[in-house]
């Protein structure tokens, strides 16, 4: 139910599987909960089409990472389980919702978790209301309001969640930090791609658009809010950074080499984007002249297509740079266990930690 005694409203949403001890669960349902409350909380607007296309897009798949860091974060500083953490942890879900909009957008995607972006989603929704003017336009300005709508609206979920002010005002440094690495390491992404990409700047990307944002961030967060000192926040970078970095790493093999049906996007667009990743850039280092010839041709090449898609994928595979790629995923992960060992935290949360690392390193989406 919502918090004024509504049935949740389900029109074109469903839920992914839940993982993990009942967190992912419980993420979902609070923010289903909330995202109901705004649906409907402002009556006499016309926007309640558009915000269902918000609310099915967040709820709508996604791993959860970001909030189930953050909440065994929380534990392993020694927090209790409570209804309070887990609407603050949901909180990142409706961030994370903001930066995906906006890249699809930056992108020209068309799908994502195997659905079409919020975007294509809202032009569609144009087009089947006969409105005037531009759908595409109107799906691309709409979305841009969305993604602003899920920032503001994860601020107002944590400052909402029920926890003492006091240790909102001290998690409030680590938030602030975590949103503007966001969008450092996102224009990191795009200045490598205009640059034409090199290892160390692909490996800066990484740590900024994905580690820190996706673990280390997240884990401080959960922990600061339990109290955590600065043993146990040292702690969680030593641990998040290199999962972080794992985890993306194993995201750019799968955008070259992973099946649609499973991950829920085309093998086509970074490749077609020119995507300035880890993988590309050793495939430039490893390949011989004809290899490389053939990737300066096609990566980043509008007019790339199944065929040529087919070619550089295995002129890639040839360099040996996924090989090195799967052992950078597989030395950042063992650096990030030894450091969970050597974490003195929760041990549920430890375990919790553990598992989430392989969940997130060795994956086929």
């Avoid at 985890?247 to 991950?263: E, H, K, S, W």
């Avoid at 392989?358 to 994956?363: G, P, Q």
Wanted: aromatic residues 6%; glycine residues 10%; proline residues 4%.
């Amino acid at each position: 139910m919502g918090k004024d005694g509504r049935a949740i409203n389900t029109d074109a949403i469903t839920h992914p599987t839940l993982p993990h001890l009942g967190v992912a669960a419980r993420i979902d349902r609070a923010l289903a909960e909330f995202l109901d409350d705004q649906i409907y909380r402002y009556p006499n607007m016309d926007w309640p089409a558009v915000l269902k296309v918000t609310a099915a897009f967040v709820l709508n798949g996604g791993k959860r990472l970001r909030p189930q860091f953050c909440y065994w974060g929380w534990r392993g500083a020694g927090g209790e389980d409570d209804l309070r953490i887990i609407n603050a942890a949901a909180s990142l879900e409706l961030l994370h919702a903001f930066a995906l909009i906006h890249d699809d957008i930056m992108d020209a995607s068309d799908t994502r978790r195997g659905r079409p972006t919020v975007h294509r989603s809202l032009a569609r929704l144009h087009q089947r209301n006969g409105w005037s003017g531009d759908a595409e336009r109107f799906g691309v300005n709409t979305a841009l309001l969305c993604g602003d709508l899920c920032a503001f609206w994860s601020d107002e979920m944590l400052h909402g969640c029920g926890l003492p002010a006091a240790s909102l005002a001290k998690a409030r440094p680590v938030l602030n930090t975590m949103r503007t690495e966001l969008c450092a390491g996102q224009y990191l992404d795009i200045s490598e791609q205009v640059a034409g990409g090199t290892l160390d700047g692909a490996l800066r990307v990484i740590r900024y658009k994905a580690a820190r944002y996706t673990v280390e961030r997240p884990l401080q967060l959960g922990g600061i809010l339990a109290g955590a000192g600065a043993a146990v926040q040292e702690g969680y970078s030593a641990y998040g950074i290199p999962i972080g970095e794992a985890f993306q790493l194993r995201d750019d093999l799968l955008g070259v080499f992973g099946d649609p049906a499973v991950t829920g996007k085309s093998v086509l667009d970074d490749l077609r984007d020119g995507k300035a990743t880890v993988l590309i850039a050793l495939a430039r280092r490893y390949a011989d002249a004809a290899q490389l010839a053939l990737i300066e041709s096609w990566h980043g090449n509008p007019a790339l297509g199944e065929d040529e898609a087919a070619a550089l994928r295995e002129t890639i595979w040839r360099t040996g740079a996924p090989d090195r790629v799967t052992e950078m995923i597989g030395e950042r992960t063992e650096e990030a266990l030894a450091a969970l060992n050597g974490l003195d935290i929760d041990a549920a949360a430890q375990a919790a930690l553990r598992d989430l690392a392989l969940r997130a390193t060795d994956r086929q989406a």
